[in-house]
Every structure is written in C-alpha cells, then in structure tokens.
C-alpha cells in the first residue's frame, strides 16, 4: 500500500514540472521584451562585438548567442577542458588564430583570453575562419563546439549538419546556440547598439 501511494507520487513529479514550465514561459510572455531582454538576453561590450563583426565579417548576432552559451557573459569563465573566457576559446585555438595572422597578437596577446576585447577579437575570428570553410550557420556552430574536423567527417554524410551530428552535446549546443541567435535577433531588431 505505501509503496503503491510513493509510485503514485512520484508519477506527479513530471506533471507538476511540464505544469511549472508552462506558467513560467506564459509570465515571460507577458513581461516586457525590454526586461527580458536585460534579465536573459542581455548584451556587453556592444563596441567591440561590432567592431569584431565588422571586422571579420561574423553576425553580430551570432556573436552574442556564441557567448550567451559559451560563458554567460562571465569573462572570467573558465571550463575543466581548459576554454577561457567569455567566448570559451581554447588556448592553442587562438594561438593558432594568431599564427593564421588574422589577429594582431601584439595587439591582442592570445594568453590574455580573460581581457574581453581579446577574447571576442579571437572568438570572432575564429567564427570567420569557419564560416570560410564551411556552409552554414548550423556548421559553423557545430564546429566551434566539436572542430572543423568533426563536422567535415559528418558532413560526409549529408549537407543538413543536424541529422549527422555524433556528440550529444553538440547537437544541444546547435539547438541553444539558434534559440539565442533568434532572441538576439528579435530583443534587438536595430542592432546590438540598442543595448547601450
């Protein structure tokens, strides 16, 4: 019987969740897009993300959705594999950025990956480097989160990058890196500057 009672409880777990989620995605409805924006979708360092955009020839938008799943905006990120910063750079990437000459390491050193107008020239020209080599935004996403590698060998099975990812974690990151990009778009149909 008291087993048959926690079985019964335990099945309502879900319910209540899918039930919570509910009423909290029709109260964001409801809020301002100027309080959503500022509270989930908020923008830093405007300047330099426009500069890095106009730079490198990277979306601005997509700038921000990178660093919105990358790090949250913390500058001071740091994963267990080793990425830093806001744009979760991996030390030997921006190295390798810098030996690419596409950013001026005597200008932005690739060891101060904390310093967020580096991180973002190096994050930035990183995004560019991909989106020469490959055809899409969704492939430029999914590589920055596995390598140019790994989507090249999953590109061998088709053009729609989605059906053929192989890492779980890429295939989440693919999907909030969109979102993001989207609510970036829609929160600041002006610009990014709009933030300011």
């Not at 879900?14 to 509910?22: E, F, G, K, Q």
């Not at 996403?141 to 090249?152: E, F, W």
């Amino acid at each position: 019987m008291m087993r048959e009672r926690f079985w019964r409880w335990y099945r309502t777990i879900p319910i209540v969740c899918m039930l919570l989620a509910c009423v909290l995605s029709a109260a964001s409805n409801l809020l301002p897009s100027k309080v959503i924006r500022t509270v989930f979708y908020p923008v830093k360092y405007a300047d330099v993300i426009e500069q890095a955009s106009q730079r490198y020839g990277v979306d601005e938008y997509l700038i921000c959705a990178v660093i919105k799943c990358e790090s949250n905006w913390d500058a001071s990120a740091t994963s267990n594999a080793g990425a830093v910063g806001l744009m979760q750079l991996m030390p030997s990437t921006s190295e390798a950025v810098a030996k690419m000459g596409t950013v001026d390491s005597s200008t932005y050193s690739p060891d101060n990956l904390t310093d967020p107008t580096t991180n973002i020239m190096y994050g930035t020209a990183y995004l560019a480097y991909l989106q020469k080599n490959l055809s899409t935004r969704d492939q430029v996403i999914a590589a920055y989160n596995a390598g140019l590698g790994s989507v090249s060998k999953w590109l061998a099975n088709g053009s729609d990058i989605s059906q053929h990812i192989q890492y779980s974690e890429t295939a989440s990151y693919l999907v909030r890196v969109n979102q993001a990009y989207e609510r970036y778009k829609q929160f600041y149909p002006s610009g990014i500057s709009e933030s300011q």
